[in-house]
């Protein structure tokens, strides 16, 4: 036998003829699983585009679109000659009630940060965020020194 060959096994495998039922104590679970996921939650652009009962999602992707630009997150501009474009996706998310409804469409558009290289596309990470210890010490020394806090 050759060593390109494929191994044949042959090993007869038996099926069950026994009945599955499931637990009475997930009866209630399997119910709502079946309820969960009758309804459509899209995984790309494209679906939530061609799909004619995705009204809801294309509305909030434009709010999403509009509170990108309220809130000044980003500016376009041009892109500066031998560097790349970092891409984004759509993520799209049902939220349900109690009940079993939807209560709302959450769409988010997130930039594919690893994509980058360090060193080409960017050269060094800094992250403005203040943890809470150091923030319980500036309030712990102005009460101690009587400063005042603004």
Same mark, same amino acid.
């Given at each position: 036998? /050759?060593?390109?060959?494929?191994?044949?096994?042959?090993?007869?495998? &038996?099926?069950?003829?026994? /009945?599955?039922?499931?637990?009475?104590?997930y009866?209630?679970?399997?119910?709502?699983?079946?309820?969960?996921?009758?309804?459509?939650?899209?995984?790309?652009?494209?679906?939530?585009?061609?799909d004619?009962?995705?009204?809801?999602?294309?509305?909030?992707?434009?709010?999403?679109?509009?509170?990108?630009?309220?809130?000044?997150?980003?500016?376009?501009? /041009?892109?500066?000659?031998?560097?790349?474009?970092?891409?984004?996706?759509?993520?799209?998310?049902?939220?349900? &009630?109690v009940?079993?409804?939807?209560?709302?469409? &959450?769409?988010?558009?997130?930039? &594919?940060?690893?994509?980058q290289? /360090?060193?080409?596309?960017?050269?060094?990470?800094f992250?403005?965020?203040?943890?809470?210890?150091?923030?319980?010490?500036?309030?712990?020394?102005?009460?101690?020194?009587?400063?005042?806090?603004?």
């Amino acid at each position: 036998m /050759e060593a390109s060959e494929p191994v044949q096994q042959r090993v007869a495998l &038996k099926s069950s003829t026994r /009945e599955r039922k499931t637990p009475k104590r997930y009866e209630d679970y399997a119910s709502s699983f079946a309820l969960i996921t009758e309804e459509w939650e899209p995984s790309c652009y494209q679906k939530v585009v061609y799909d004619t009962g995705s009204e809801k999602c294309k509305i909030v992707m434009e709010e999403e679109m509009d509170s990108l630009a309220k809130n000044n997150t980003c500016d376009l501009v /041009e892109l500066p000659e031998g560097r790349s474009v970092v891409g984004c996706k759509w993520v799209f998310k049902l939220k349900w &009630k109690v009940d079993g409804s939807i209560e709302r469409y &959450k769409v988010r558009l997130v930039a &594919k940060g690893y994509s980058q290289v /360090e060193g080409i596309d960017f050269h060094g990470i800094f992250s403005p965020v203040v943890k809470l210890v150091y923030i319980r010490n500036v309030l712990a020394l102005t009460a101690l020194l009587n400063f005042e806090l603004e």
